[in-house]
C-alpha cells in the first residue's frame, strides 16, 4: 500500500509543531460544519484560545468534539507537515487554569474584545509530513 508520500509523525514531533505554532483552525459542527482560524496556545497538552460569544463558545458550553488543525507548507523545499487534534472543547472558568490561559499572552484573531477561554481537552493527535524526496509535481 502506497503512502502517498506522507510519513506519520511521531508525538514529539506532533506537539513540538504544536508549540511553534500560533494560528490554527477548529472545526465544528453544531448546526452545521464551520471551520474556524484562531491564534492558540498550548497550556497542559491542551490547545486554548481566545474567543468572543459565538459558534467556538456555544460549541464549549454543549462540551462537543471538535478538530483543531495547524500546517505548514514550504513550496521551494517541497516540505510540509500537518497535525490534527480531537478533543472535548470547554470554555474556562476554574480561576487557576484561567490564569494559566492569560498567561499564554494570546492576541486577539480581530480587533473585537475576545475575553473568553475556550480548552480543546486533547483526546487524539496525530500528524503527517510530505517526504521532500518523494515530492510529486502535478
Partial sequence: MSDYG???MQPDECADA???QRVGRVALCLDHPVVLPVVYGMLDGDVVFRTAPGEKLIAAALHS???FEIDEYDADAGTGR???VVGT???IVNP???AGARALGLPA???EVRDRFVRIRTGTV???AIKPDERRDI
Fill in 89 to 91: 472543547a470547554e470554555e
Fill in 65 to 67: 468534539t471538535v478538530a
Fill in 18 to 20: 504544536l508549540a511553534k
Fill in 96 to 98: 487557576t487554569e484561567l
Fill in 6 to 8: 506522507l510519513r506519520i
Fill in 82 to 84: 500537518s497535525v490534527n
Fill in 126 to 128: 496525530t500528524g503527517r
Fill in 109 to 111: 484573531w480581530a480587533g
